[in-house]
């Protein structure tokens, strides 16, 4: 989204004008990068803390994810995103209040009232697929909203958003080939990080390049750096007008890299050397995006600090609003399982309080969590 | 009032819902100029045109993931999987997505969509042109199935299934596609999800069937009746939700069960109605609750004898049926 | 005699099955270098090599069409599917190819291979990492599923499983991995398919079970024992071929039959058991066949107090077998 | 399969010569084309008689089966074919008795017993996966095939064949790439006949051919004339002999054309205009390689009409033997679902006869085929 003109501040030194964009969209990218960033570094805190179960986290993803969301129209156009999409999310108006929701699982969680693990967003007013765990699924769902797009005339671009290793899912093929075959204003991004959890890429695929398959669809392949925030934003855009304009889909992957473990549950140096996580390091995007914009002049020590100072307070907010908000009822367990509660079944004897048309009558809820076999498996999710 | 033969009332049922709302499309694999491989969709390619009626590529899992995109951006798809065997490959998406999506997304996210397939057997199809694939489906918090036995059902369930906002599936026997006719009224009637239908009332013997079996079963209660045998036939018509109240009604007034359903016993959508009926009408209960179905072996084999080995017909339900009233 | 943690023994009796046969393999996402996602083929991938130990790329159609395929030319794939709810795209490959090879070629071509997938909820694993996937599988013939409940038998019936030469699926709870453990013998002992164990004698109320809830039913067993309520609990193992001589003798002795399984209860496998039950030992029940199962809403929610809402546990298992033995 | 020197003949003439055959080698090439075409068109004529209810028939496809079988090792290499595959069977070692068995489906059919609808070929002594009906599930069979293959040191090639219809299936996109991956002992070949039953090539991919895939995975695509025999068995052999030799898969797609309606149950005429069909009929490989036999003085009027008179023959015997076999027994019904037939549930009460560890006693059979509605659907396979 070009921000150009927003507040009404257009000025453009050399860096942003070669982009067609104002410096006050350099910093909005920044700001928006940064940001992601810093919630998602509070989330291991909080995880490590034992506050949340779970964190699985964009570190490493963010810059690709700001630059290629960025010429996307919000609340217009639709991104149906993964997990590691923390900085999309972002991007395209969900606030850190909203992600903090979902990883404490809270009643007010936006996209799913808790009932979704940590990392599975969506809001349907920022027009953000709600996201599932099964991998690839998504790409369907953005062709299928871009079809409907297309015959409803509604001039919206749709992405999805998945990892290198998720890409190789039957879905993806069958995907490729009918938005390409429609000419959908359709928008596929890989972001690739080299691993499916441990699997390395060359045992995830034999090409180098994941975009090395859009030429069988008959759609063009774009390979970007992702620690390139501006390449980006320019790969992004071109696909984004084309599509919009009746061009057809592009595949577009981004050089990313994993900052962190698979997630909370998963111990990376049992599978990656210490070489390769210190390569992964020096492509973090956020001293790259910021070095760049201090060397253009766009960051200035005291922009910089009052970005620092806004981040900081937004994540506390965040943080201390999710905490304190309440958990979901259980009474709520049986919502939202048809549109008409009459059509779902009869709620377990121990539901507490009314459901419509419950057909058993309520007992005396037992008291929950009283299982045995205790623990959590140790499952690496 | 015009006599329409079942596939006829599905087409006519596709295509006035079409005209009455622009959101409906239909997609699936031949389903344009050929207008279905049993002709369902056949005339709504040169009536809506291309945008609306859509030859997909032979790919399963897109007809209904693309649908699932489609619904959420304002469309009311019909997605035909061309013959229900055919399924299995979009079953991810089914299952985990259109089934899911207004759960986990508490409403944020629906998915007003209809996967239409033709099921069943005794038409020669083999292992892979026969199957009821209805239990994978029953089971699934989230969607709905319908299985309609007569030509006015078909449409006005049909109707229904099309202007339900959660994800239906809705199978078609296709034996009965051209050997089944009924009256169809011209009007915009519908007929809604989750209710059964008494079709034989009777005292003695409540026997409970879908689709086809519906037909076999009212045979069979036709042939008991002449030994002084009175059967109540039950036509479940929609599948899940279920409609309890007829089916518990009936079994209370009877004493006696008998679940006839043409797919595998064992774990078949029949185990459900079953386990309902002996669970909630116990104390009622002159008999075992019995259940008929077919052969527990991968569908059915092609050759024609052994075709005939693996239906259920109206003979062997009749068998079912004395076995019970004289138990 | 060693004590086991469940994923232990699971371990073990891969490592030994493919120290003994050269023909059995392993396959799966990241089950090589990392040694699963919960470490149950740990220990596999530097003892028997790239060959024999195979880290597939995220495709579980491949994973399984695949193994099928080694099946016919030699070897014994054990595929590993890394969450139940992640079977769902290899869904095709299992229910049209892997199950019926067998039967549409008269035994020509045969696939022996064990499909394992960590199932089952009360972990945080929300919708899709906590589903009970076993009612679609078990209503497949041509297809073998295996639950087991305590270490021996995780060792031993998976012994049996990759000696079998017919698909088997076999799901482990993922909330025993660790937290149950129990004597498992050094010997090469296996736990033949098809026969499930009485895991507490009783003379009142049987309560049927499989995987974790055996645990719970016990534990249930346990609560109502102090109110002079005396339950069987019987623990299936093998879900199909089903062992009806002792869950069918149990119910004709007690004459009541509780059914607690974790997956939703619509469809679900227990529907069949009832069915079977309220069939079978019509004339010696005293009591309706009752099941306690999940809500009927897509898998389970993530967040804990959802969660402890949706999971059955001893508490819940105690009042239905109170509302039974009180029937 | 080079027959070079079979029953010793191995004289060659500059076109045998030239692919490094035996003028043998092309008459046994020519006759095994002539022969699956004179089995298909019996087929035919046997359905419009009311014989056989079903036919599905690979007339058209014959040049390209031929010349892509010829290379494997009977036997010994693996084909996982589909339901138009009846030169490659015949290739393969199947004879014309097997076909006919399976088209009336008698208990003597060799790969089903009846069971499987005619088309459904399969046999495992001549290494011939089972056909089932969901297309293009076989390629993982062909691929996990060609693994044990690998991992057995069996010096075995697979080869998976469809239609260009069916490799838009996921299954297709997950095949290729893992068998890339671990350069496996694999073949893939597409009969592009461009259409999938009405849907043609433009609605089923986006690209001229689907050839075009395989860089994106890695492996070399390969599109050839599928009229052109010899050109196919070129074709056939380098990939064949790549893939024995640790080179990995290749993706072979062989223009064909389909000269018949989809099956018997489709009416081809509703979707293809008559130029089309007349190009079709143009592109006919069997008169096109006996031209090119005839040119080449390697097929005699003599010999031509010897091969007829056998042809004829053959043909005939098939179709009376097939006739007269008996049909399978009901009372095999329940047979082979299980390795261990007590593994199996007990048979329906009007089960004939005993099945090991029957449970409920078998009653007196019922009349079989008393089903009310009575006609088959008129559905199109
Ligand atoms: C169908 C399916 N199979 C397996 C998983 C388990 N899983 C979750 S993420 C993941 C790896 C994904 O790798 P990639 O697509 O490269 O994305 P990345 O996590 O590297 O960003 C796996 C195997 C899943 N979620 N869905
Ligand atoms: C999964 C699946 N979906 C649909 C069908 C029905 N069907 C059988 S053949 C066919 C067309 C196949 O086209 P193609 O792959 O091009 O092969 P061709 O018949 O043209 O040789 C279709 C749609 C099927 N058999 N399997
Ligand atoms: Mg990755
Ligand atoms: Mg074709």
Redesign the interface.
């Given at each position: 989204m070009t921000l150009t003109g927003q507040g009404g501040d257009t000025a453009a030194g050399p860096l942003a004008a070669s982009f067609g964009l104002a410096d006050a969209d350099l910093v909005a990218m920044f700001r928006t990068l940064a940001l992601a960033r810093a919630v998602d570094e509070r989330m291991w805190i909080l995880n490590r803390a034992g506050r949340i179960?779970?964190v699985i986290s964009g570190q490493g993803h963010e810059g690709a994810q700001v630059g290629l969301a960025w010429p996307l129209r919000r609340g217009h156009d639709?991104i149906?995103p993964f997990y590691r999409s923390i900085a999309t999310c972002l991007a395209f108006g969900m606030t850190p209040r909203d992600l903090m929701l979902a990883q404490y699982?809270?009643a007010a969680d936006?996209?799913?009232?808790?009932?979704?693990?940590?990392g599975?967003y969506?809001?349907?007013e920022h027009h953000l697929?709600?996201v599932?765990?099964?991998?690839a699924?998504q790409?369907?769902?953005?062709?299928?909203?871009?079809?409907?797009?297309?015959?409803?005339k509604?001039d919206?671009v749709?992405v999805a958003i998945m990892g290198e290793?998720?890409s190789?899912?039957?879905?993806?093929?069958?995907?490729l080939?009918?938005a390409?075959?429609h000419r959908l204003p359709f928008v596929f991004i890989v972001e690739n990080n080299g691993y499916?959890?441990?699997?390395p890429a060359?045992?995830?695929?034999?090409?180098k390049d994941v975009a090395?398959?859009?030429?069988?669809?008959?759609?063009p392949g774009v390979v970007v750096d992702g620690t390139d925030v501006l390449a980006c934003y320019a790969a992004g855009r071109e696909a984004v007008e084309r599509a919009r304009t009746g061009g057809g889909p592009t595949l577009i992957e981004a050089k990313v890299t994993r900052l962190t473990a698979h997630s909370s549950?998963?111990q990376q140096t049992?599978?990656r050397t210490e070489d390769d996580l210190a390569q992964g390091r020096a492509h973090d995007p956020l001293p790259i995006f910021r070095a760049r914009l201090r060397e253009a002049g766009v960051l200035t020590p005291d922009l910089e600090s009052a970005l620092a100072t806004e981040i900081a307070a937004l994540v506390e907010d965040a943080t201390d609003f999710a905490e304190a908000e309440p958990?979901?009822?259980?009474a709520?367990?049986?919502?939202?399982?048809?549109?008409?509660p009459?059509?779902?079944?009869a709620?377990?004897?121990?539901?507490?309080g009314p459901v419509a048309n419950a057909?058993g009558a309520p007992?005396a809820a037992?008291?929950?969590?009283?299982?045995?076999?205790?623990?959590?498996?140790?499952?690496?999710? | 009032m015009a006599v329409r033969t079942f596939i006829e009332a599905i087409r006519d049922g596709m295509a006035e819902e079409m005209r009455r709302d622009a959101s409906v499309i239909v997609l699936g694999e031949d389903v344009g100029k050929k207008g279905g491989v049993f002709l369902a969709t056949d005339g709504l390619w040169s009536e809506f045109g291309d945008d609306r009626v859509i030859d997909t590529p032979l790919t399963e899992s897109m007809i209904v993931g693309a649908s699932i995109g489609a619904a959420i951006n304002g469309l009311r798809p019909i997605a035909e999987i061309q013959f229900a065997d055919f399924i299995h490959p979009a079953f991810n998406q089914i299952v985990s997505e259109a089934a899911r999506m207004r759960y986990r997304s508490i409403g944020g996210f629906t998915v007003p969509m209809v996967i239409r397939a033709p099921y069943g057997g005794g038409v020669h199809g083999a292992l892979y042109h026969s199957q009821s694939v209805e239990a994978f489906f029953t089971h699934v918090p989230g969607l709905k199935v319908v299985i309609p036995s007569t030509p006015y059902d078909a449409k006005g369930l049909l109707r229904s299934a099309i202007r339900d906002d959660d994800p239906v599936l809705y199978f078609e026997h296709k034996k009965m596609y051209r050997s089944v006719r009924g009256e169809v009224p011209d009007t915009e009637f519908a007929v809604p999800l989750g209710q059964a239908a008494v079709r034989r009332p009777g005292r003695q013997v409540t026997v409970v069937a879908y689709g086809l079996m519906v037909h076999y079963a009212l045979e069979a209660a036709q042939r008991v009746a002449g030994e002084g045998i009175d059967c109540e036939v039950i036509d479940l018509r929609t599948l899940r939700p279920l409609d309890r109240e007829t089916l518990l009604s009936s079994v209370r007034k009877t004493g006696k069960c008998l679940i006839a359903y043409e797919d595998n016993r064992f774990g078949g959508y029949g185990a459900e109605i079953a386990a309902i009926v002996a669970e909630e009408a116990f104390d009622y209960l002159d008999g075992p609750v019995t259940r008929i179905a077919g052969p527990d072996v991968p569908a059915m084999p092609y050759n024609h004898v052994l075709e005939d080995w693996f239906m259920l017909n109206p003979a062997r339900i009749a068998d079912a049926i004395r076995r019970l009233a004289g138990y």
């Open positions: 179960p779970f639709w149906a699982a809270k936006p996209g799913s009232a808790g009932r979704q693990m940590p599975h969506g809001s349907p697929v709600s599932s765990s099964p991998v699924t790409i369907l769902h953005a062709v299928g909203i871009a079809l409907a797009s297309k015959i409803r509604l919206q749709a290793g998720s190789n899912q039957g879905d993806v093929h069958e995907a080939n009918f390409a075959i499916a959890i441990s699997v060359e045992r995830e695929i034999a090409v090395m398959r859009a030429p069988g669809y008959g759609i549950d998963d049992k599978y958990d979901p009822d259980p709520t367990g049986m919502d939202f399982v048809y549109a008409d009459a059509a779902g079944e709620p377990p004897p121990w539901h507490p057909a007992d037992s008291a929950p969590g009283e299982g045995a076999p205790g623990d959590d498996g140790g499952g690496h999710r | -």
